[in-house]
Nanobody, 123 residues
């Protein structure tokens, strides 16, 4: 059984930064593409960023390009989301995701989800 555990969420002022972490256990971490999604009440879960198994390829949704950076440390079984210049519209529950595809960009690519971590950006 694969488990994903996120941490690092919290309350931050607009313009601030946060780093989310997701530790994966149970299977070979380096065999999975990893991603971050987010969801607000009443809306569908949306793609934020993804990274392939080696870390050589990353993709981002347009609204976070230049502000967020996804990275991974295969030795630590951990994927990170560095979030800078945060905006109130970034407020959401952020979910870590693992998939057997090359990258994970839609919920259908995801094999495993984390439990989510709340990020709140105040104006």
């Amino acid at each position: 059984q694969v488990q994903l555990v996120e941490s690092g969420g919290g309350l931050v002022q607009a313009g601030g930064s946060l780093r989310l972490s997701c530790v994966v256990s149970g299977r070979t971490f380096s065999s999975y593409a990893m991603g971050w999604f987010r969801q607000t009440p009443g809306k569908e879960r949306e793609f934020v960023a993804t990274i392939n198994w080696s870390g050589s390829s990353t993709y981002y949704t347009d609204s976070v390009k230049g502000r967020f950076t996804i990275s991974r440390d295969n030795a630590k079984n951990t994927v990170y989301l560095h979030m800078n210049s945060l905006k109130p519209e970034d407020t959401a529950v952020y979910y870590c995701a693992a998939g057997s595809t090359i990258v994970v960009v839609t919920p259908t690519d995801v094999d495993y989800w984390g439990q989510g971590t709340q990020v709140t950006v105040s104006s």
